[in-house]
């Protein structure tokens, strides 16, 4: 079975453009996360979505929003990018996600702020 | 609220040996679940362990194993035999539950294998 795919692995963008990132779960999973990973907050709980729907949203401006496809894939977005805003974006995938899911991750797309 | 804490930002150990990392971590649920998480550099975040809070047996998978105390709330990570391929950043993490369909995670540990 495949494992969660990110588009795309690497993206340099300047101060103020928008970006769209996209994610594929693993075939037959239907909840994904993203997160946001930095050096200095590591790892940080960005949403979840669960059949097309929002279930819970992290500690981020409403900058950043995303959205979930009728075929689980998953695409978030950041508009008005920022310098901090520079960070690896991980996506990860569970079947459902409850506390007896384990979420399996992609291998993240490395956003680059100029 | 939900904290995970690993105080050791870095750690190195002997190829062969064996090392313990450590997590504590907070939470108001009594239903919850933990894992372990690793990083090697520049690649994918792997699941190396996980252990429901509501079994006092701990989780092991080959080489590594948990010490798990919930009294404690307090989840270490043991690595016997290391080989340097263990080389990574690890991640302690504890999903709640509940509606939280979230990941809380610790900042990491840095482990070192030396030859």
């Known amino acids: 079975k495949a494992g969660v795919t990110q588009t795309p692995r690497y993206l340099i963008k300047t101060r103020g453009q928008q970006v769209t990132l996209s994610c594929s779960p693993i075939s037959g999973h239907r909840s994904v996360s993203w997160y946001q990973q930095t050096p200095g907050q590591g790892l940080q709980f960005l949403f979840e979505?669960?059949?097309?729907?929002?279930?819970n949203k992290g500690n981020f401006p409403g900058r950043f929003s995303g959205r979930q496809f009728s075929n689980s894939r998953s695409e978030m977005n950041v508009s008005t990018l920022e310098l901090g805003d520079s960070a690896l974006y991980l996506c990860?995938?569970?079947?459902?996600?409850?506390?007896?899911?384990?979420?399996?991750f992609g291998p993240g797309t490395r956003l680059t702020v100029l | 609220a939900q904290t995970v804490t690993q105080s050791q930002p870095e750690m190195s150990v002997q190829e062969a040996e064996t090392v313990t990392l450590s997590c504590t971590y907070d939470?108001?649920?009594?239903?919850?679940?933990l894992f372990w998480y690793k990083q090697p550099p520049s690649r994918q975040m792997i699941l190396v362990i996980r252990q429901e809070a509501y079994k006092q047996q701990n989780a092991t998978e080959n080489r590594f194993s948990v010490n798990f105390q919930k009294a404690a709330k307090s989840f270490s990570l043991k690595i016997s035999d290391s080989q340097l391929g263990d080389a990574a950043m690890y991640f302690c993490?504890?999903?709640?539950?509940?509606?939280?369909?979230?990941?809380?995670f610790g900042k990491g540990t840095l482990l070192t294998v030396n030859p």
């Open positions: 990860a995938s569970s079947p459902e996600l409850t506390g007896t899911d384990t979420q399996y």
């Open positions: 979505y669960f059949s097309e729907t929002q279930r």
């Open positions: 939470t108001s649920e009594s239903d919850y679940y």
């Open positions: 993490a504890l999903n709640s539950g509940g509606s939280n369909y979230k990941l809380t």
